[in-house]
Every structure is written in C-alpha cells, then in structure tokens.
C-alpha cells in the first residue's frame, strides 16, 4: 500500500498541484474533498485525516506539533509532515515525491517529520 496525504485547510493548493501534476499516482486529498475549513480544531482534523487513513501534510508549524503530541498519546496517527511556508514549493514538492516513492505508510505511524527547506 502507497502512502496517501491528507491536505490541512493552511496548506499552499499549489504543493498538492503541483506534486500531482508531476506524479499523477499520488494519492493528495485536498482540505476542502474532507470538508475542513477555517476554524476546524487541530484535534478534529487529526481525527479525520486518522479515520481516512492520510499522512497529514501542513504548514502549522506553531500548534499542529503539540496537538499531534497530545494525539497520538490515545490514538493512533498515520502520521503528520509539515512544511514551513518558508520552504520553495519546488523543494516541497521534490521532497513529498521523494516520501511517496520510497517510504511505506508505516514508517510514519505517530512519527512527525519536518521538511527541509532546501534540497
């Protein structure tokens, strides 16, 4: 089974775009095809990217990290990525490839990972 993402609501469109666009066999939901928007707490869209079974892809840098702390203590997370707005589209989209081609999904179960901002 091939990793699959799950946008959250702050996420640049232009990453999942522009990574689909490369790798048409990239599974990228988008915030608004789960129904998050402005205002969805931190907890409820971990909830719903677990219950669909997406690595969670977003640039909150400042909250996400310790909601996903405290999540993962009682649930079961397939994990989270951020990626700081600072971070070239290109350079994110390079390494979300990179992830999707040579990762398994269980390599990110409850584990947190930051991209870099340079390749």
């Known amino acids: ?7 959250d609501n702050d996420l640049n469109g232009v990453i999942i775009r ?9 599974d990228f939901q ?3 095809m789960l129904g998050l928007h402005e205002g969805i707490s931190d907890d409820k869209v971990l909830e719903l990217a677990a219950q669909e079974n997406r690595i969670l892809v977003s640039h ?10 405290r999540f993962i203590l009682n649930r079961t997370s ?5 990626i700081a707005q600072l971070v070239p589209i290109g350079v994110a989209v390079e390494w979300l490839n990179l992830i999707w081609q040579a990762s398994q999904p269980e390599e ?9 901002s340079s390749w």
């Open 30 to 32: 988008s915030a608004r």
């Open 1 to 7: 089974m091939k990793i699959r993402f799950q946008a």
């Open 108 to 116: 990110y179960v409850n584990r947190m990972y930051r991209i870099p």
């Open 18 to 26: 522009q990574l689909c666009l490369r790798n048409p066999e990239v």
């Open 60 to 69: 909150d840098l400042k909250t996400m990290p310790d909601h996903f702390g």
């Open 78 to 82: 397939p994990g989270l990525i951020l």
